[in-house]
């Protein structure tokens, strides 16, 4: 943040997108549903078992990711009555990838001790093979995005 921006006057910001993103998936089971669609989990047993997550709990996060459009709900052939849909990520739900990868970086930057003697999860690149560590890039210019050299600035209609 440069000094400049902190000199200018601040408004309000209760409706902002932060807020609105976070009154959608901010709540603790939505973000760990989502993660467990990235790393390829599909089906509601599945959900159920990774997470330990109360069944009428997953019902429900599950069918509000798939109202506000982050999962589609498909049904699969040959499935057992009760389980025969998958949750599958829509686009809106592919572009929260880097929120989540970021997150997981950021734990496993400062929060690395776990208790239950867990390895951290990692993201590798299909691509090179190589681990990957997310960072930001300005798209015109390339060049790293920080704290330090960005500032905000509010778009007016």
């Not at 999860?121 to 704290?147: F, K, M, N």
Request: aromatic fraction near 8%.
């Amino acid at each position: 943040m440069t000094d400049n921006a902190e000199a200018q006057p601040r408004e309000p910001r209760g409706d902002d997108s932060v807020t609105r993103t976070l009154n959608l998936v901010g709540e603790r089971w939505m973000m760990l549903i989502l993660r467990e669609a990235f790393f390829g989990v599909h089906r509601y047993g599945q959900f159920a078992q990774n997470l330990g997550i109360p069944r009428p709990t997953l019902s429900n996060r599950l069918g509000k990711l798939v109202d506000v459009g982050l999962l589609s709900r498909e049904r699969y052939a040959g499935g057992p009555i009760r389980s025969d849909y998958e949750y599958r990520l829509t686009q809106a739900g592919l572009d929260l990838f880097p929120a989540i990868q970021i997150l997981m970086a950021w734990g496993n930057t400062y929060l690395p001790d776990d208790p239950a003697g867990r390895s951290t999860v990692t993201w590798t690149h299909d691509v090179c093979g190589s681990p990957t560590h997310p960072r930001l890039i300005c798209d015109q210019c390339g060049e790293p995005v920080t704290a330090h050299n960005v500032h905000p600035t509010r778009d007016t209609p």
